[in-house]
């Protein structure tokens, strides 16, 4: 399906996205991230589990200044409390026509969150390492409008699928930790 779709994509109607995979320690040294359940009724995401984001405004002069920007709409997080550190792999959403730029970003302490309750239904608050663990990996049929059924990876929060761009983040991620050798099973 995502090759039917990528086939089908028109770079020239692409709209410009942002998100913020935001990472903290706890009070025991973990590596915390921060996801979003989207409202229900808010387009194409809602009812999703996401990292924090939205599209590139005029008012943006940069990619990583919507990440910051929408990161404090949606989760109160003040831009200068966050540190930006690098960005990852851009891709590409062709049923909602985005093309996502997602940057990873660092607050030295827990951030004293404030959900926007117009866009967020609830946070999640994750150690970043058990998230991406093994065991939480998953999958599960999804099925489009018009009938046809797919397999879709997953990663498992909260008896919840992580899925979709949110997921093929976190498995960058995976594979960047795997890598260095800061992620074992």
């Not at 410009?16 to 990472?23: E, K, R």
């Not at 951030?111 to 390492?129: G, T």
Request: with cysteine; hydrophobic share 40%; charged share 25%.
């Amino acid at each position: 399906m995502r090759r039917k779709l990528l086939h089908e994509w028109d770079e020239k109607k692409a709209r410009l996205s942002a998100v913020m995979l935001l990472l903290y320690p706890d009070e025991n040294d973990r590596i915390m991230t921060v996801l979003t359940l989207k409202q229900n009724g808010i387009g194409i995401h809602s009812g999703q589990i996401s990292l924090p984001g939205g599209k590139f405004e005029p008012e943006d002069m940069t990619l990583d200044q919507t990440a910051l920007r929408e990161t404090e709409e949606e989760i109160g997080v003040h831009p200068y409390e966050i540190t930006l550190i690098g960005q990852l792999s851009s891709l590409v959403i062709p049923r909602s026509g985005f093309i996502v730029y997602p940057f990873v970003g660092y607050c030295t302490a827990r951030p004293q969150f404030k959900i926007q309750d117009s866009e967020v239904a609830r946070l999640y608050e994750v150690d970043l390492f058990n998230l991406l663990h093994h065991s939480n990996k998953n999958s599960f049929l999804f099925t489009e409008e018009h009938g046809e059924t797919f397999t879709i990876p997953s990663y498992l929060l909260d008896n919840r699928h992580l899925w979709g761009a949110t997921a093929m983040i976190m498995s960058e991620v995976e594979h960047i930790l795997r890598k260095e050798g800061l992620l074992t099973d």
